[in-house]
């Protein structure tokens, strides 16, 4: 093929990658628009994308003034107490916390630090099980059934359970981390756990025999072993496991924020739902849209590191 046939074929492949994506993306908000105006709900129209993107303004002027409050707030505190200490210089000020509303940035940002800690901590638990499992056929007869158990059972049932335990457990006067917090990072990580197990000893099960062949020619220890056979050749199985159990993380949070009532994006849906105001279908919409976005860029995210890390970058494109 000529040097004008590559550039050709080349900008063609990228014109497809561009053009389709915004095709479908219009036709979407033109059938949104349309079908939107058509219907009508006890608070009004159904939003269509031009009230989604009047709440979107709506919601960072809300986050932008409540960071004003917050820090007049403060600024009134620092003043207050400075003339205190200047008419006795041995009062020791107190600073008092804010305790102005979350806005719908602030919830956006306690739903991600929940998801992301509740991934880690099932990545932790959850890959090197996978690992010992796949080395193990005596492991994997043992621990199969209890995967199979409990694999389906959704997290929201763990939910009641997780609170309870949580109460029980997590006492103390001056706690390090809300317990609203600790029931979703512990929902998110039990949702979490099971596809990267499956996946990671699949990998790890499946891997090319002449690799194990060549590390038992070398008398590798078993750590080594691990780490310069096992784990490599597992990288592609054990990322399919992580983007799959992300994606169902973050779904399964906002069912438990809304749930549980515990701060986030789904108590925001839900406290909206409950507000019945004129604006609430809007809002709620807008955090659908939001909630979407962001999931979607979790899975690019986790895409990308996939290609830097894995080997095997054919199962990496999509």
């Known amino acids: 093929m000529t040097i004008r046939g590559l550039f050709t074929a080349f900008f063609t492949t990228k014109a497809k990658a561009i053009v389709l994506p915004t095709v479908g993306i219009i036709c979407f908000l033109l059938f949104w628009s349309l079908t939107a105006s058509s219907i009508d709900t006890s608070l009004g129209k159904f939003p269509g994308p031009s009230s989604v993107a009047t709440q979107i303004s709506n919601l960072i002027n809300e986050h932008n003034t409540e960071r004003e409050k917050e820090a007049a707030f403060y600024l009134r505190q620092k003043q207050r107490n400075e003339a ?83 109460s029980a457990l997590y006492v ?90 515990n701060p986030g994006l789904g108590k925001f849906v839900w406290d909206e739902f409950q507000n019945g105001s004129s604006q609430s279908l809007s809002r709620i919409m807008t955090a659908v849209i939001v909630i979407g976005l962001i999931g979607f860029m979790l899975d690019r995210t986790m895409l990308q590191l996939q290609k830097k890390l894995s080997w095997d970058k054919s199962n990496a494109q999509r």
């Open 84 to 166: 205190r200490m200047a008419k006795d210089p041995s009062y020791e000020p107190k600073i008092r916390a804010y305790t102005g509303k979350e806005t719908f940035l602030d919830q956006i940002i306690t739903s991600l630090l929940t998801v992301l800690s509740g991934f880690l901590l099932a990545a932790i638990i959850a890959i090197p099980l996978g690992i010992a499992i796949g080395l193990s056929k005596n492991l994997n007869m043992a621990i199969n059934p209890i995967i199979q158990i409990f694999k389906p059972v959704s997290p929201l049932a763990w939910l009641p359970l997780v609170t309870m335990v949580v």
């Open 172 to 261: 103390s006067p001056e706690p390090l981390f809300a317990k609203s917090f600790i029931n979703s990072l512990i929902t998110v990580t039990l949702c979490s756990i099971w596809p990267m197990v499956i996946n990671t000893s699949f990998g790890v099960a499946s891997m090319n025999q002449d690799w194990v062949n060549v590390s038992k020619v070398l008398s590798l220890p078993k750590l080594v072993h691990i780490q310069k056979i096992v784990i490599p050749a597992s990288i592609p199985a054990i990322f399919t496991g992580m983007r799959m159990s992300l994606g169902v993380a973050w779904m399964v949070l906002i069912a438990a924020e809304m749930l549980a009532q």
